[in-house]
């Protein structure tokens, strides 16, 4: 499984950025495919979730109503759309991909294998 994260940036704060997560290597069907952000000198933390084919998705409070996920099957990739965006979005964000992974689970880093490199939002205010 290889994942491809892209579409960071530099962005002024109450901005917009679309973050992808380009998947390949086998078939997902079954895989879950998350968002985790890493602020310098933090944690990483859960962003956001989705499983590839169900409506399923685990979106964390912090960004619930200014993030949404989503996917294109067809294309093998998975969006973060981020709005409203603050200094404290700030971080390198990481996809990550794993299967079979329970819905109490989708927000723990350690329940996935498969993680992509990470790419940078910046976000000035």
């Known amino acids: 499984v290889q994942l491809q994260a892209s579409g960071g940036g530099l962005v002024q704060a109450g901005g917009s950025l679309r973050l992808s997560c380009a998947a390949s290597?086998?078939?997902?069907?079954?895989?879950?495919i998350g968002w985790f952000r890493q602020a310098p000198g933090k944690e990483r933390t859960f962003v956001a979730a989705i499983r590839w084919n169900s409506r399923t998705t685990n979106v964390a409070s912090t960004v619930k109503g200014r993030f949404t996920i989503s996917r294109d099957n067809a294309k093998n990739t998975v969006y973060l759309q981020m709005s409203s965006l603050k200094p404290e979005d700030m971080a390198v964000y990481y996809c990550?991909?794993?299967?079979?992974?329970?819905?109490?689970?989708?927000?723990?880093?350690?329940?996935?294998?498969?993680w992509g490199q990470g790419t940078q939002v910046t976000v000035s205010s």
């Open positions: 990550a991909a794993d299967a079979n992974i329970i819905l109490s689970a989708m927000s723990a880093s350690s329940s996935y294998d498969y």
């Open positions: 290597g086998r078939t997902f069907s079954g895989y879950t």
